[in-house]
């Protein structure tokens, strides 16, 4: 800042010594040149015109030079004193002014400026900038366009460009610019900056000086008053009918200061039109109705009381409308009278009404030409007679039950006196018309009826013959129309029934009208500023409302129309229905407008439906069957229990998207026949079946399906709701049962059978009977641990790793030879299982007494692939390998254990077989086709094929 100042003092000496110019040192040099020539040129001449070329002349002209020296000197001496007290007198000026403007700047909330043009820089700046920058005055010395970084980069160009135009001007001006100011702690300032050029003699800019002032209320306040008239705009766009002010003065003249555009609808005019003279509404009003009308707002006027009418208009292009207006008047200072208010059309409700009241009169024309019930009593009131459609009327079952008793002993207590007043009275006058009275029927209920009755001459005296009309129907809907028109004129007494908030960015509550106060008990001073969670609303809705607030401003698009609960001042729970849209005013200001309508009656029902829902829903995913619940018509699946996941395999999605996608996982040879039944017999109760399933594992479920119909009011299938039980296990069981009790028998003929001609042929191969003993005991063996292995899995199969394992198990270690086992551990069938278990056992044998399992060093190498699921392979590939045996030579002749292996491979499993005896190793290759001798997969085999499968056994 001492710089600034010495800066300011220069300026001020520099403009001082241009007032003086020959106290500068360039007017003293031109001064003593002028001087010196004038001299040189006149002294010569007089002392040459006066003393000739003699010593005269050369004293002369020593005493001119000495004089000459005397002279300058002092007149240099009072010249240089004379600008030395110029210089001091102006830098006592600039001091003085420095102190002046350090007292100013100090003093003043306004920003004080001095800048050099060319080279620019920052001269003087006062106090005042740290505030209204909140920038240190040292930054700006480092930095002199600091000042302007700091204006908001859409503002900067501008301010600028102006500053640069008034500075290059040919004819420089005072330039004025407005622009934002970014704080370092990110707050926004409006400034008002205001330039006055200063120029030299050729009139060149050489300085500005400036002031730059704060007008961020300003701004504040006009941009206030065009989001309130925006949001006045915005809100009346969103009400139907018209928002006005009406004004009146005493003379009679009148218009419509403000109208917003909805009576373009309501009277067919501009608002412009009528802002100035309200004729051109008055000419719009019926004539049947002016009168009245202008009487009403007489009246208002006078009293001051609310304005109410409701009356017809005649449009230009659309006829008689029905309008109808609120409004509450206040009284000017002038005397004039000034209303607020709001008309819609509501010619629809009155047509509404109009057809209803037609309605009512041809319901009760059509009524009285329908049949009645009849009944006659005597003068005290008692029945003597009634037809069934009175008995069925009361409640009564037969006649007897009210001959001879009195009407009044069924006719509501708070009736009996009026029907007693009303019997004498059809005495005394001979008829009564449409006399309404309730009954209560034997069942507690109240029955009204309309009794029209007249007098009769009878054997037994007068008497009273009444036809009583069934008016229950007619009371409900006058009760229903009573409450709908009560419901109405509530709203319209409360117009309008919108509770409409403004809501900040951050969720806060900037505007909440009077509806919002009788909605939700929440006036607006206590909701002023206030967040909804935790207060009128839960802290959850609250969240999620506040998150849709700041979507919808980011989107710049109204939000979803969303339901949300409320809470009033007493803790009481309301529902409303609000419509969420934002606003966006200018300089990135931005509002978002919620419109609720109360629908806490609605929510109720709902909650009511969706606990029956979820009880059933419970109720469906508790038990293990499977729900489902099918729209018939529309073809759609409603409803289907969580249970179907676990059966079917799939996800209950698929079927929801397409409601046959449950059959496509219906086995091939079931599909046919389960669709044609369910599309045939589901709709008429008979749809009972049981079928297969294949899920996507490959696992295969038996389910029993029934379904039945449910019908509407006219008869017609509705819906067809089923169960679907999962049957597997006891499909399982019985499918068990029947294959052990067949396996048992073909098992037990099969090994005896098997051992005889294991005995027979053992015998006949054998050399010793010891030789006998230990052949035949090992290929009993052989079978009795297949047969154990079965027999832990209930004869549904045998794992193909556990049968090697289990079959060279009694041959590892006994000669040293070493065993390799590698193959997927896939199930074989018991068909299967006895046969390979018989080809390995003869395979192990040959290698412990001829082959590599009898020699230390020997290797035997079994490998086996399966094609196919491991629960039920599609085919068998397995290679025994033997290396590091005795040499191996091709045998002349097959012995018995070859034949025995080529019978259960070839003969038994249909397969195929290669040996090879090669120098190196024996080799077995066996391939067996499941196909030919298993189950199909995904298939049980019924008794039938069982009884077959054999009988080709035995043979």
């Known amino acids: 800042m001492a710089d600034h100042a010495g800066s300011s003092g220069a300026w001020a000496s520099s403009a001082s010594q241009r007032e003086r110019w020959w106290q500068s040192p360039g007017g003293i040099a031109a001064l003593y040149l002028a001087a010196s020539?004038?001299?040189?040129?006149?002294?010569?001449?007089?002392?040459?015109?006066?003393?000739?070329?003699?010593?005269?002349?050369?004293?002369?002209?020593?005493?001119?030079?000495?004089?000459?020296?005397?002279?300058?000197?002092?007149?240099?001496?009072?010249?240089?004193?004379?600008?030395?007290?110029?210089?001091?007198?102006?830098?006592?000026?600039?001091?003085?002014?420095?102190g002046l403007l350090r007292e100013m700047g100090s003093t003043v909330e306004d920003v004080f400026w001095v800048m050099r043009v060319n080279p620019k820089e920052m001269l003087y700046v006062s106090p005042s900038f740290e505030r209204m920058w909140r920038m240190p005055t040292e930054e700006l010395e480092a930095h002199p366009w600091a000042w302007l970084d700091a204006i908001v980069e859409e503002d900067r160009a501008a301010a600028l460009e102006r500053f640069e135009a008034s500075v290059n001007a040919p004819t420089p001006e005072m330039f004025e610019s407005e622009y934002r100011l970014r704080r370092p702690d990110g707050q926004i300032v409006w400034v008002r900056d205001r330039g006055y050029p200063v120029v030299d003699a050729s009139g060149r800019v050489v300085r500005v000086a400036g002031l730059a002032e704060d007008i961020t209320e300003r701004k504040n306040a006009e941009t206030k008053l065009l989001e309130r008239d925006l949001l006045l705009r915005k809100l009346s766009e969103q009400v139907p009918g018209v928002i006005y002010q009406f004004r009146m003065w005493p003379d009679g003249r009148s218009c419509f200061p403000y109208a917003s555009e909805g009576i373009r609808a309501v009277y067919g005019v501009a608002p412009e039109e009528v802002r100035e003279d309200a004729s051109t509404v008055f000419a719009r009003l019926h004539p049947d109705d002016y009168d009245m009308i202008l009487e009403s707002v007489l009246r208002s006027r006078d009293t001051l009381e609310p304005w109410n009418c409701e009356y017809r208009v005649t449009l230009p292009d659309r006829g008689e409308r029905w309008l109808e207006g609120h409004s509450v008047p206040e009284r000017l200072e002038d005397g004039s009278t000034l209303w607020h208010g709001y008309i819609w059309d509501v010619t629809d409700r009155r047509n509404a009404a109009e057809a209803l009241r037609a309605s009512d009169q041809r319901f009760r024309t059509l009524i009285e030409t329908t049949g009645n019930a009849f009944l006659m009593i005597d003068g005290e009131g008692r029945v003597e007679e009634a037809d069934e459609r009175y008995l069925r009327l009361i409640g009564a079952e037969s006649e007897a039950e009210v001959l001879g008793r009195k009407v009044t002993e069924w006719t509501a207590p708070y009736d009996l006196e009026r029907n007693g007043v009303e019997v004498a009275h059809c005495m005394a006058s001979g008829v009564v018309r449409s006399l309404e009275v309730d009954y209560v029927r034997r069942d507690g209920t109240i029955q009204p009826v309309e009794i029209n009755a007249a007098v009769v001459e009878t054997e037994r005296g007068p008497r009273?013959?009444?036809?009583?009309?069934?008016?229950?129907?007619?009371?409900?809907g006058e009760r229903e129309l009573r409450e709908a028109s009560e419901r109405l004129r509530a709203i319209l007494d409360n117009s309008p029934h919108v509770a409409i908030q403004g809501y900040e960015p951050d969720g806060r509550v900037a505007f909440w009208n009077k509806a919002s106060e009788a909605l939700y008990g929440w006036s607006a001073q206590q909701?002023?500023?206030?967040?909804?969670?935790?207060?009128a609303m839960s802290v959850e809705d609250g969240e999620e409302f506040e998150s849709m607030v700041t979507r919808a401003l980011e989107r710049g698009q109204p939000a979803s129309v969303r339901e949300w609960r409320m809470v009033t001042p007493t803790g009481r729970t309301r529902w409303c229905l609000s419509s969420i849209f934002p606003i966006h005013f200018g300089e990135g200001r931005s509002l978002v407008i919620c419109m609720d309508v109360d629908i806490t009656s609605r929510r109720e029902v709902e909650s009511a439906l969706r606990e029956s829902e979820q009880r059933f829903r419970q109720l469906t995913e508790a038990v293990r069957e499977v729900f489902w619940l099918v729209d018939w018509k529309a073809r759609r699946m409603l409803h289907l229990s969580s249970s179907f996941e676990s059966v079917w395999g799939i996800p209950r999605s698929s079927v929801y998207a397409d409601p046959m996608a449950w059959a496509a996982a219906v086995h091939a040879e079931d599909r046919e026949r389960v669709v044609a039944s369910f599309r045939k017999d589901a709709p008429v109760g008979r749809y009972d079946i049981e079928y297969r399933l294949v899920r996507p594992d490959g696992a295969l479920r038996w389910v029993h399906d029934r379904a039945f119909p449910i019908l509407n009011e006219r008869g017609e299938v509705w819906r067809v709701a089923g169960v679907t039980e999962d049957v597997t296990e006891r499909k399982l069981a019985e499918h068990r049962q029947s294959l052990l009790m067949q396996e048992l028998d073909h098992r037990v003929k099969n090994n005896l059978a098997a051992a005889l001609s294991l005995a027979d042929m053992t015998a006949r191969h054998a050399d010793s009977l010891e030789e006998f003993q230990e052949v035949f005991t090992g290929r009993l063996a052989a079978l009795a641990r297949m047969h154990a292995l079965l027999a832990l899995t209930r004869w549904s199969?045998?794992?193909?790793?556990?049968?090697v394992r289990r079959t060279l198990e009694p041959f590892l270690g006994r000669g040293g030879?070493?065993?390799?086992?590698?193959?997927?551990?896939?199930?074989?069938?018991?068909?299967?299982?006895?046969?390979?278990?018989?080809?390995?056992?003869?395979?192990?044998?040959?290698?412990?007494?001829h082959g590599a399992l009898g020699r230390k060093g020997g290797r035997v190498e079994v490998r086996w692939e399966m094609d196919g699921p491991l629960g039920a392979p599609e085919r068998l590939r397995l290679w025994w390998t033997e290396r590091g045996g005795p040499p191996v030579v091709q045998p002349e002749k097959n012995g018995f254990g070859t034949t025995l292996i080529k019978g259960a491979i070839e003969y038994q499993l249909d397969g195929k077989l290669e040996m090879r005896h090669d120098p190196e190793g024996f080799s077995c290759r066996i391939e067996v086709d499941f196909a030919r001798t298993a189950e199909p997969k995904g298939r049980w085999r019924d008794d039938a094929a069982e009884a077959e499968t054999e009988a080709r056994a035995d043979r």
């Open 527 to 535: 909701m002023a500023g206030q967040r909804l969670g935790g207060r």
């Open 37 to 98: 020539v004038t001299w040189i040129l006149t002294s010569d001449r007089v002392v040459a015109a006066m003393f000739g070329d003699g010593a005269a002349a050369h004293l002369a002209q020593t005493l001119k030079g000495i004089g000459w020296l005397t002279g300058t000197s002092v007149a240099l001496y009072f010249l240089i004193r004379s600008g030395s007290r110029a210089a001091q007198a102006a830098a006592e000026r600039a001091s003085h002014t420095e």
């Open 797 to 803: 199969g045998v794992r193909c790793g556990e049968l």
């Open 464 to 476: 009273i013959l009444g036809q009583c009309r069934d008016i229950s129907q007619r009371k409900r």
């Open 817 to 849: 030879g070493e065993v390799t086992i590698d193959g997927p551990d896939g199930m074989l069938s018991a068909q299967a299982a006895s046969p390979i278990c018989m080809a390995l056992h003869e395979l192990t044998t040959n290698a412990a007494k």
